[in-house]
């Protein structure tokens, strides 16, 4: 009989960078287009401002992720040096490190060194980047996927709220916008509880509301500063 376990974890990384994305896309778009709206500005001035939001947030999406994981690159890299430095110098310190890295984790002494040996031989670099310093293959920084996934995901998000007001008559584009921008939000937390094995009602919940209270404050602003156009 196999027993096998269905694990989620690994997925936390690039689920993160894609709700985030799709997230900010909903709720800022759909934000900037009830603050437009509420200053009385036609529907083609709100969708021109909707496209540029789109554009802008799509582009600081991707320069944000790709200075920020690059920075994250660069320090693992920098460590990577230090370690192989430390191993071409010092092996069998090294050696030693590790051993003690896996006693502290339940292991016998004998053992913790046989283990921290037979791992050496194998990629000693690759050990103490996993056991010492945190670095894995999967986890590692990746600045160009990171930028060009959240651009896509939030240019995703934003697409929706545009689409809507593109399609809603004028009389109707503030509510039908707010409307379908928070069941989007809803949509989006329950399908990122689903993958992540987390409560959907929750994650829905938690969504629309941060969603809800940016647009009412953007449509606040929109209402006090606007003007007729």
Request: glycine letters at 8%.
């Amino acid at each position: 009989m196999i027993h096998s376990e269905h694990h989620r974890s690994h997925r936390s990384g690039w689920l993160r960078a894609a709700v985030m994305g799709a997230n900010d896309g909903i709720v800022s778009t759909s934000s900037l287009i009830l603050g437009v709206a509420a200053a009385n500005t036609t529907q083609s001035g709100i969708m021109l401002a909707g496209i540029a939001g789109l554009v802008a947030g799509a582009m600081s999406m991707a320069a944000g992720e790709y200075v920020s994981v690059s920075s994250q690159s660069d320090t693992e890299n920098a460590d990577l040096d230090i370690e192989r430095k430390a191993l071409a110098e010092h092996y069998e310190l090294e050696q030693e490190e590790l051993a003690a890295i896996y006693e502290t984790r339940g292991l016998t002494p004998e053992l913790a060194r046989q283990v921290a040996e037979q791992l050496m031989s194998n990629d000693a670099l690759g050990a103490h980047a996993r056991d010492e310093i945190g670095i894995t293959d999967t986890g590692q920084a990746r600045p160009l996927q990171a930028a060009l996934s959240s651009a896509a995901t939030f240019t995703t998000g934003a697409l929706l709220p545009l689409l809507v007001a593109w399609w809603a008559p004028s009389s109707l584009l503030t509510p039908l916008v707010a409307l379908f921008s928070l069941l989007f939000l809803a949509l989006l937390g329950a399908l990122a509880a689903r993958v992540g094995g987390a409560p959907i009602l929750k994650a829905a919940a938690r969504v629309m509301f941060w969603g809800a209270l940016a647009m009412a404050l953007t449509s606040a602003i929109g209402r006090v500063f606007g003007v007729v156009a």
